[in-house]
């Protein structure tokens, strides 16, 4: 039982620090992406400020940059919590074993003490030879055996502690002085963060004197997007539209084919009840390929990759505002570096490849889903081409000197948060 409560402990233990070790690799690995943003945000933040008036795009860099500083420090934050949890556990470790050393210690000495006192053979003979019998004489002779493996076994466990208290130390200096840096960098980040802030304060000034040249750049994305959206709305329904028809084809075929097989068998051609008309939905999900690949790609919520390798959100789903003017978002704007590919999200076929303004856009259907993707430079993908996940379809354009990329999921008709169903 007591081996079996130690096995327990130990793999406990083990299991922690794995764990540990994981949380701890994975915030550092998040603290690097955020990194490489926040200075991907300041290249694109200085090819916009070049002596120019206040754009769009130089607004939505720096609150990108804000956001990413404030989630950097937020990153830092949980680095040092977790460091706290692991410097207080391996805390309470070393004083258990000290506690546990000192005790072994006083054992092991009253050993040593009982061991000098019988320490000639002529004690221990007296000692056999002074039972009452053959039986008790025996066990005489097997406490001692007994007893020297013990006190040899507390000398080997006395060591072990020593070395797993010299080795919690080490852990626990070696946390301490993490934390130490991390103190360190988290003031460093705050400092960054406030100027930042104070730049982004700046901004908002020049914002208000600019109110109505913002306003009417507002205006004309707005229209701009609202043209793209027509546009791609008007293809999804025409692909709805298609797939009604055959499925009316389908109906229609398979009633000829009843009547004429109740003619050839001289009996009354079946009346057909009329069939309820199908949803968008149902029409999108007819076929089995289409209905594996609806499920596919919804098993797969909240773990898509991102349509660039390198990027940052700029602009999020939904309502926004920037001073007095406000919009409505279908999809998310992603900035990213020059040249950048522009991948699918999911395995599906390509159903559009148009342009607009001089750029192009793609859309992509997932069985009832569809990726829409605009803002591309180049497309390097055709109508009816099956693609695979993370296959480069695009380059990213340039909006106000940086590249951009719109993205947006629709389900049938109805658009969807992409950051619910991407990858964090």
């Known amino acids: ?20 070790a994981q949380s701890m690799e994975q915030l550092k690995k998040n603290k690097e992406a955020l990194d490489r943003q926040i200075e991907l945000a300041q290249k694109n933040l200085n090819k916009t400020v070049s002596g ?5 795009t130089q607004i939505s860099t720096i609150k990108a940059q804000v956001r990413m500083m404030q989630q950097k420090i937020l990153t830092i934050n949980s680095e040092m919590k977790n460091l706290d949890n692991q410097i207080n556990e391996n805390t309470g470790k070393v004083h258990n074993l ?28 007296m000692f056999i030879f002074a039972a009452s019998d053959f039986n008790q004489a025996y066990k005489r002779i097997k406490y001692l055996q007994q007893f020297g493996q013990y006190r040899k076994k507390q000398a080997a466990y006395i060591q072990g502690t020593e070395k797993e208290l010299s080795d919690k130390i080490v852990v626990l200096d070696k946390s301490l002085k993490n934390k130490g840096s991390l103190l360190k960098e988290q003031v460093g980040e705050k400092t960054k963060l406030d100027k930042k802030k104070s730049e982004q304060s700046v901004v908002l000034s020049q914002l208000s004197k600019q109110e ?22 008007a293809e999804i329904q025409r692909i709805i539209a298609l797939e009604r028809k055959r499925e009316e084809e389908r109906v229609k075929e398979e009633q000829r084919i009843a009547a004429a097989k109740a003619k050839a068998e001289n009996r009354p051609i079946p009346v057909v009840p009329v069939a309820k008309p199908k949803t968008n939905s149902e029409l ?10 609806s499920t596919a790609f919804e098993s797969n919520r909240g773990s898509l990759p991102a349509p660039v390798a390198n990027g940052y959100i700029t602009a999020h789903f939904g309502k926004y505002m920037v001073d007095q003017a406000s919009g409505t978002n279908e999809g998310i704007t992603y900035q990213t570096s020059e040249g950048a590919t522009v991948r699918a999200v999911f395995n599906g076929e390509v159903r559009s490849v148009s342009t607009a303004l001089g750029k192009y856009f793609v859309l992509i259907r997932h069985g009832e889903y569809f990726t829409f993707y605009h803002n591309l430079k180049t497309a390097s993908v055709s109508v009816g081409q099956m693609i695979t996940t993370k296959q480069t379809i695009g380059t990213a354009a340039l909006n106000e000197g940086v590249a951009e990329v719109g993205f947006q999921i629709i389900k049938g008709s109805i658009h969807q948060n992409p950051e619910s169903w991407l990858a964090k």
């Open 98 to 125: 000290q506690g546990r050393l000192s005790d072994l210690k006083k054992e092991y000495a009253g050993m040593i003490r009982f061991a000098q006192r019988n320490r000639n053979s002529y004690d221990k003979m």
């Open 212 to 233: 109505k040249q913002i306003s009417q750049d507002i205006q004309k994305k707005r229209r701009e997007q609202d043209a793209i959206n027509r546009k791609i709305r």
């Open 52 to 56: 120019k008036r206040l754009t769009l």
């Open 1 to 20: 039982m007591m081996l079996k409560k130690l096995f327990l402990s130990l793999l406990f233990i083990l299991l922690s620090s794995i764990v540990f």
């Open 284 to 293: 999108l999900r007819a076929t089995p390929e289409a209905a594996r690949l």
